[in-house]
């Protein structure tokens, strides 16, 4: 499993079929998801000091395509935005990935997706899990991790991800909320990633900043998907 699609099954709402929260700031979430995945692989990095590209802009690093068709296709997608600041490479990214990413699960059979017409005339998707056990593995395993276990590098970015879009504490059903943003905010910067994981999330956590923002007020909350 992808960390992207993990986290799109974590924010799924069982009771709805709906994706809390709402907004911009979750498809850039999933595509951060995919940008530190990339990251994890070598694949893309943020240029340091010493380098070609100007600091702090994206960088593709030479190396093996993935295999998974999302990952593959971002990788090969970023190549057109490379040298661009990591928000609008974010933003590129998130068009389309959310339905993407959805259209795997169902392939899966760990979704289902479900079409109903408001007041009879607008069409409206909802997306519901099928696969409770996949989900209650990934929960318990998040749960260890913020109580304390070693993170590898899926747990760790989820956790990290999840507090970047202020939902860890809800998602997870924490008891010490306080606690919990502690753990992730120690896994931010914790030597247990790479420097490139560790610059990807600091990009992604601004991007999603951004998008919150953008969306408080009165920006596009469109990003296609469930």
Not at 107 to 129: C, M, N, S
Not at 157 to 173: G, T
């Amino acid at each position: 499993m992808l960390i992207a699609e993990d986290l799109l099954l974590l924010l799924l709402d069982d009771e709805t079929g709906r994706v809390k929260p709402a907004g911009t700031q979750v498809d850039v979430g999933l595509a951060g998801a995919v940008l530190v995945e990339l990251a994890g692989l070598g694949l893309v990095d943020v240029a340091g000091e010493g380098e070609p590209a100007r600091r702090g802009r994206v960088v593709r690093r030479p190396g093996t395509p993935p295999e998974h068709q999302v990952l593959r296709g971002c990788y090969s997608r970023i190549a057109e935005w490379e040298g661009r600041k990591p928000g609008p490479v974010l933003a590129k990214l998130a068009k389309g990935l959310r339905a993407e990413i959805t259209t795997g699960l169902v392939a899966r059979g760990l979704v289902r997706e479900e079409t109903k017409k408001v007041l009879g005339l607008i069409p409206t998707t909802r997306v519901f899990a099928r696969d409770a056990g996949h989900e209650a593995q990934v929960r318990a395993r998040l749960d260890a991790v913020l109580a304390g276990a070693a993170p590898d590098h899926h747990s760790g970015s989820l956790i990290i991800l999840l507090h970047a879009l202020d939902v860890l504490p809800r998602v997870l059903d924490v008891r010490d909320k306080r606690a919990a943003k502690k753990r992730a905010k120690e896994l931010a910067v914790g030597d247990w990633a790479s420097a490139a994981v560790r610059k990807a999330v600091a990009e992604v956590n601004t991007a999603v900043l951004v998008a919150v923002a953008s969306s408080a007020s009165g920006g596009d909350g469109g990003g296609g998907g469930s």
